[in-house]
Structure formats: structure tokens, C-alpha cells
């Protein structure tokens, strides 16, 4: 008997220890073939405050920190990127930030994605103009 539980004890510490490494208690991404693990490592790794980490067709995902200010970091950064592209901010409305440049308009919407994360959708046009 002693020899089945030491076993389950075993099994569930392993189980544990995996789920953590593989930061399997990430909310799912709404981008397809990308783990929250990959995610995370790629913000870690960098040294900028927004990376990119995917693009689906003609919109562009990011990740932030919010570093426990919620969203409102979050905005600040992207405000900082876009418009170091020349982009100029104009107003948010619910998860939309708004930005023209050359007549042009482009939408980023933000995503919290977990208590530290903010992911961020950009319209692919933010790189062209």
C-alpha cells in the first residue's frame, strides 16, 4: 500500500513540475501554433517593453507586460511604438487604440491575456506605410 502511494506522490509531482515548465496554466492564445511557453520566452528574452510574436495574415500580435497596472501600461506602450513609427494617436475606445498617419487610420485592440500579459493585434498596415 505504502508502495502505490509513493508511486501516485511521484506521478502527481512530476505531472506538476511539467504543467509548470510548459506554463500550461496560461489561458490559451487565440494565435495558432504558438504556446504560451514561446510567447513568454520571446518577451522574456527581449529587452523591449512590445514584441512581436506572430502574424496571422494582415494583423500583427504583440505582447506586453502590464506589470500589475493593468491595461493602462499596456496602452502606453503600444502609444510608444506605433507612434515611433510615425503613426499619431487620436483616441481609445474600449479596447481599440486609434492612430492616423497620411490620411490612413489603424486599429490596435488589446487582449489581457493573463494578470501580467496584455496581448496586442495591430493591423498589418502599421509596417507598410
Known sequence: ??????????????LVVFIFV???YYPSLPINNLSAKETIEKLENSDSKVVKIAVEGDTIWYITRTD???????????????????????????????FEKEGERLIATTQMWSKKYVLVKVQSKFKKI
Do not use: H, Y
Open 1 to 14: 500500500m505504502k508502495r502505490v502511494g509513493f508511486i501516485s506522490a511521484i506521478v502527481i509531482v512530476i
Open 22 to 24: 510548459n506554463k500550461l
Open 68 to 98: 500589475n497596472q493593468g491595461v493602462l501600461i499596456a496602452d502606453e506602450n503600444i502609444k510608444q511604438m506605433i507612434g515611433s513609427k510615425g503613426w499619431e494617436f487620436k483616441e481609445k475606445d474600449g479596447s481599440g487604440l486609434f
